[in-house]
């Protein structure tokens, strides 16, 4: 695949706690063209302008401005760029403050803390939103909060939960994600053994939490994946970035089909086919290497699940495509 020449960006991660990074939101941001600053509480005056500002989550509350005054700063940041129409993004505390900043009310939810992976069921608007095309109407996510918010004026309800109506929502080109798509096993089993208070405000041990949640989430992680690719490549589009590569999914099994040929499984959303028969496509090994390759067809072989397998040409027949490899694709350059 010939490279092409990227378009960079820069994406201001703010994050309030050491354990809650960008997390798997990094690599797709990168992906799609960005150049990534995470800090550490500190945000700046200068991140008003700054192509793409992420606020992560955190176990303050948004009012929590005399102990953690950096969140008032945040706060009047999202202001300002909202008022600008620039783009932004909150996750968990992030689409607190977010919501906060375009003047809905952030409280602590009556229903308490909701803490594991537990499901998500997207609105009418969520269903017609291109970042969860393709998405079953009700799926799991990684919950970890006790607060919750008022739907902004003017913003796009995408999904709800069973214990609190608003999850995501869609405010111009700013989206807001109260839970945590960028949470892979290792973060959230280290959360867990770290969390003590949080696991007694819901009544369950950490063993609890991770003999039934670790499994789960390690069968949704694709979904969150592909989420997060969606949001880097929107806001890329928003800003001019690109010309980088675009995730599209994680392989679960390889299948040999003829000399060259190799299914690939789970492969991309049934209801969305985003690479086309030509197309090239690089598969990056866990080792970080890679081989090429080329989209032959779609090879659903009559399987009815959430996604169609892929059948590709590989550029070396003698590859191998373990599980675990990524599927990418080029970026076109804006």
Same mark, same amino acid.
């Given at each position: 695949?010939?490279?092409?020449?990227l378009?960079?960006?820069?994406a201001?991660?703010?994050?309030?706690?050491?354990?809650?990074?960008?997390?798997? %939101?990094?690599?797709?941001?990168?992906?799609?063209?960005f150049?990534?600053?995470?800090? %550490?509480c &500190?945000?700046?005056?200068?991140?008003?302008?700054?192509?793409? +500002?992420?606020?992560?989550?955190?176990?303050?509350?948004?009012?929590?401005?005399?102990?953690?005054?950096?969140?008032?700063?945040?706060?009047?940041?999202?202001?300002?760029?909202?008022?600008?129409?620039?783009?932004?993004?909150?996750?968990?505390?992030?689409?607190?403050l %977010?919501?906060?900043?375009?003047?809905?009310?952030?409280?602590?939810?009556?229903?308490?803390?909701?803490?594991?992976?537990?499901?998500?069921?997207?609105?009418?608007?969520?269903?017609?939103?291109? +970042?969860?095309?393709?998405?079953?109407?009700r799926?799991?996510?990684?919950? =970890?909060?006790?607060?919750?918010?008022?739907?902004?004026?003017?913003?796009?309800?995408?999904a709800?939960?069973?214990?609190?109506?608003?999850e995501?929502?869609?405010l111009?080109?700013?989206?807001?994600?109260? =839970?945590?798509?960028?949470?892979?096993?290792?973060?959230?089993?280290?959360?867990?053994?770290?969390?003590? &208070?949080?696991?007694?405000?819901?009544?369950r041990?950490?063993?609890?939490?991770?003999?039934?949640?670790?499994?789960?989430?390690?069968?949704?992680?694709?979904?969150?994946v592909?989420?997060?690719?969606?949001?880097?490549?929107?806001?890329?589009?928003?800003?001019?970035?690109?010309?980088?590569?675009?995730?599209?999914?994680?392989?679960?099994?390889?299948?040999?089909?003829?000399?060259?040929?190799?299914?690939?499984?789970?492969?991309?959303?049934?209801?969305? /086919?985003?690479?086309?028969?030509?197309?090239?496509?690089?598969?990056?090994?866990?080792?970080?290497?890679?081989?090429?390759?080329?989209?032959?067809?779609?090879?659903?072989?009559?399987?009815?699940?959430?996604?169609?397998?892929?059948?590709?040409?590989?550029?070396?027949?003698?590859?191998?495509?373990?599980?675990?490899?990524?599927?990418?694709?080029?970026? /076109?350059?804006?």
């Amino acid at each position: 695949m010939a490279p092409t020449r990227l378009h960079r960006r820069t994406a201001v991660v703010l994050t309030h706690e050491a354990l809650e990074g960008p997390g798997l %939101l990094g690599p797709a941001l990168r992906r799609a063209g960005f150049d990534v600053q995470v800090r %550490l509480c &500190e945000p700046r005056p200068a991140d008003a302008g700054a192509d793409l +500002l992420v606020v992560m989550g955190g176990p303050m509350s948004v009012e929590d401005t005399e102990r953690h005054p950096f969140l008032a700063e945040e706060r009047a940041l999202l202001r300002q760029r909202l008022e600008a129409g620039r783009t932004c993004l909150g996750i968990c505390l992030g689409a607190q403050l %977010l919501a906060a900043a375009a003047g809905a009310r952030v409280f602590p939810g009556e229903r308490g803390m909701v803490l594991g992976v537990l499901p998500v069921t997207l609105t009418s608007e969520g269903l017609a939103d291109p +970042l969860f095309a393709g998405f079953e109407e009700r799926f799991e996510v990684v919950h =970890w909060h006790a607060d919750t918010f008022e739907l902004p004026h003017g913003a796009q309800l995408l999904a709800a939960s069973a214990r609190y109506p608003h999850e995501a929502f869609r405010l111009g080109a700013s989206y807001g994600v109260q =839970w945590h798509p960028e949470v892979d096993v290792a973060t959230f089993t280290r959360w867990v053994h770290e969390s003590p &208070e949080d696991l007694a405000r819901v009544g369950r041990s950490a063993d609890e939490v991770l003999a039934r949640d670790v499994p789960r989430l390690e069968h949704v992680q694709q979904h969150a994946v592909l989420l997060l690719e969606r949001l880097a490549l929107f806001f890329a589009r928003e800003v001019g970035a690109g010309g980088g590569e675009r995730y599209l999914f994680t392989v679960q099994a390889a299948t040999r089909l003829g000399e060259r040929g190799v299914v690939l499984s789970p492969g991309i959303p049934r209801r969305t /086919p985003i690479v086309r028969v030509g197309e090239p496509i690089t598969l990056q090994r866990p080792d970080g290497s890679r081989v090429g390759g080329t989209v032959r067809g779609m090879a659903s072989f009559g399987q009815t699940g959430a996604a169609i397998p892929l059948l590709v040409a590989l550029d070396d027949p003698e590859a191998e495509v373990p599980a675990g490899s990524e599927a990418l694709s080029q970026l /076109p350059a804006p």
